[in-house]
């Protein structure tokens, strides 16, 4: 009913920057919250950043200053601009959607299937 289609993953060298994109498509009544979390081989999904439907950005320790969260409503897209990327910032991102759906506005979260960032040192 509902789909998360990430892009913009790749593989970039230590300092470089990427842009990942989040498409909410679907029966969707409305979104809340967007994310980004990643996990990398090994470790646990951890938060990289979140944003409210009004803007306001929740953004993990290790990428404050470096990543940027921002959203298109009329597009009901959100974007994580990745600056001086790092090789700990190697993960899989998988966007996360706190959204309702339907004509009756059923809440319900939603994950993407991933895109794969590597950086090399």
């Known amino acids: 009913q509902v789909q998360l289609v990430e892009s913009g993953g790749g593989l970039v060298q230590a300092g470089g920057s990427l842009r990942l994109s989040c498409l909410a498509s679907g029966n969707i009544f409305s979104i809340d919250t967007m994310g980004w979390y990643r996990q990398a081989p090994g470790k646990q999904r951890e938060l990289v950043a979140a944003i409210s439907s009004g803007g306001s950005t929740n953004y993990a320790d290790s990428v404050k200053g470096r990543f940027t969260l921002s959203r298109d409503n009329t597009k009901n897209t959100v974007y994580l601009q990745m600056n001086t990327l790092k090789p700990e910032d190697t993960a899989v991102y998988y966007c996360?959607?706190?959204?309702?759906?339907?004509?009756?506005?059923?809440?319900?979260?939603?994950w993407g299937q991933g895109t794969r960032v590597t950086v090399s040192s």
């Open positions: 996360k959607a706190d959204l309702r759906v339907g004509i009756r506005g059923y809440e319900y979260d939603y």
